[in-house]
């Protein structure tokens, strides 16, 4: 863009050629899209024509003559088997046109099959002239019923052709000068300011969006694992207590003092305070006498129960405690049929690997009810997962000293590769139902899994460290999609 620019005329343009008729490099107007219509530099108006162009079907018919023509001009003077006619590159639609036309007739008791003959001596190829016309610019002097007869046929087709109306506009210059978007103390102080051009205020704008928090995809996750249960018309239990004292965590599960979960090796054990208190004394007697006597038709596991192991605070292993409580708080009143859940964690001695913390998610529910069975656990089970989006199922037998019988939850993990347990379930056994004050005949079903398991089989992760911990990329967490568990 020099001095010897040359003068820009109102001319008619399309879009991207306006480089050209304006004398600058594609390069420095490409970037200009909404500016080009402003009216302060140049003015654009859109103009829209129309034509008529042929298909490339069309463009074959002008060159070789239509399809019912070139059926006629393929039948000699002793006709033609139907059969042979219809194998022609334009017999079927050839041979319609052509019974429209009466330039054909067909004999279907002739000897040999069906057979084509000619009904005319000659015909007249209007069609091909039509679109001859077309092809030389006189589309107009066609009827509009031949132009959309001839569209029908997919051989004629109208384009519209987009232009742009260019002029100078009233700040047209051939230099870019930028914009002030900021008026400073220093132009101020200066008085500089009434020299320069400053941008207007576009008050349509959105702006930049603020900065705001991000919810980890283990909270988005909860969120809809808290709407499933709800819409199931389970009840929320209250699980703000991460100290649990043995007796609820354990005993009260009829779960053996000496049982090897227990051990430091698997269990946080408190130093200050080291010991619970407060326990329903009638209960923590019928519990201790399960253990050591048995009872309820049950011997028990005929050991020295011992006080002072079940007062012994940790850090909950497991939201079942919590269920316990509901259970026996449950059994003090009059029965009615439950269901409970809760979301909340857990601590546990865990040796840390890519699907292993100490410390993790629980989510638990129970239903009590009268004459619930393995079949309704393995019902529920399918139910509840089939609305967190996962299909792929399989239940192993397992051991639970307060489930019998009990079952291991498993999904295919796709990153892994394999199958990871992401749950555990079972019936209550009536060594621990009974001793609370439940009914007999009162049945206990209930389950548990990690948060953090199907939330890395939502998200694809293959390292629970990339989920939970120091390790965690935070822009994964900014750049998280909503948790959609679709059913």
């Not at 018919?61 to 088997?81: K, N, T, W």
């Not at 207590?241 to 007796?247: G, T």
């Not at 079949?375 to 609305?387: I, N, S, Y």
Request: with cysteine; glycine share 6%.
């Amino acid at each position: 863009m020099g001095a010897n620019y040359p003068s820009l005329p109102a001319c008619c343009v399309a879009l991207m050629p306006s480089s050209e008729a304006l004398g600058t490099e594609h390069c420095q107007r490409q970037d200009t899209g909404p500016p080009v219509r402003s009216p302060q530099v140049i003015e654009a108006e859109q103009r829209s024509s129309k034509r008529w162009e042929l298909t490339p079907e069309g463009q074959e018919i002008v060159q070789e003559g239509s399809h019912e023509a070139r059926v006629f001009d393929s039948i000699p003077a002793e006709g033609l088997p139907q059969s042979e006619l219809m194998k022609l590159p334009s017999g079927k639609v050839g041979f319609s046109k052509a019974m429209s036309n009466k330039w054909v007739r067909l004999d279907k008791n002739a000897d040999g099959g069906p057979r084509i003959f000619r009904a005319v001596e000659s015909v007249r190829d209007s069609v091909r002239e039509k679109l001859q016309l077309v092809q030389q610019g006189e589309a107009e002097s066609l009827e509009e019923k031949d132009r959309n007869e001839l569209k029908k046929r997919k051989l004629l087709m109208e384009v519209v052709i987009k232009t742009y109306w260019i002029r100078k506009g009233s700040a047209f210059s051939t230099t870019v000068t930028k914009q002030e978007t900021d008026l400073t103390p220093e132009m101020i102080a200066s008085g500089s300011w009434r020299d320069l051009k400053f941008k207007a205020y576009n008050f349509a704008a959105l702006g930049i969006m603020p900065e705001s928090g991000h919810l980890h995809p283990l909270l988005k996750v909860r969120t809809q694992f808290r709407q499933i249960f709800l819409e199931m018309g389970f009840t929320e239990m209250p699980t703000n207590n991460f100290i649990e004292s043995s007796f609820w965590n354990f005993d009260a599960l009829f779960q053996p003092q000496q049982h090897p979960a227990r051990d430091q090796h698997d269990t946080f054990f408190l130093q200050d305070p080291a010991e619970a208190t407060d326990f329903p004394m009638d209960y923590l007697k019928r519990v201790k006498k399960i253990h050591s006597q048995g009872g309820y038709g049950s011997q028990g596991y005929k050991y020295d129960w011992k006080l002072a192991e079940a007062r012994k605070n940790i850090l909950r292993t497991h939201t079942t405690a919590v269920s316990a409580r509901m259970l026996y708080r449950l059994a003090q009143q009059k029965f009615a049929p439950a269901k409970y859940f809760s979301i909340d964690r857990v601590f546990r001695n865990e040796t840390l690997d890519a699907t292993h913390l100490a410390e993790f998610h629980q989510i638990e529910g129970v239903v009590a009810d009268y004459g619930l069975t393995l079949g309704d656990l393995m019902g529920t089970l399918r139910e509840f997962f089939t609305k967190l989006g996962i299909s792929q199922l399989r239940f192993k037998p397992a051991y639970n000293p307060y489930t019998e019988p009990s079952m291991e939850v498993f999904s295919y993990h796709q990153g892994l590769q394999k199958w990871v347990e992401v749950g555990n379930s079972g019936v209550f056994r009536p060594e621990m139902l009974l001793p609370m004050g439940l009914p007999e005949g009162v049945s206990v079903i209930a389950w548990g899994l990690s948060l953090e398991r199907p939330t890395m089989i939502k998200y694809g992760i293959n390292n629970i460290r990339e989920l939970v911990g120091h390790k965690v990329n935070l822009q994964m967490v900014y750049d998280g999609p909503l948790c959609r568990l679709d059913a």
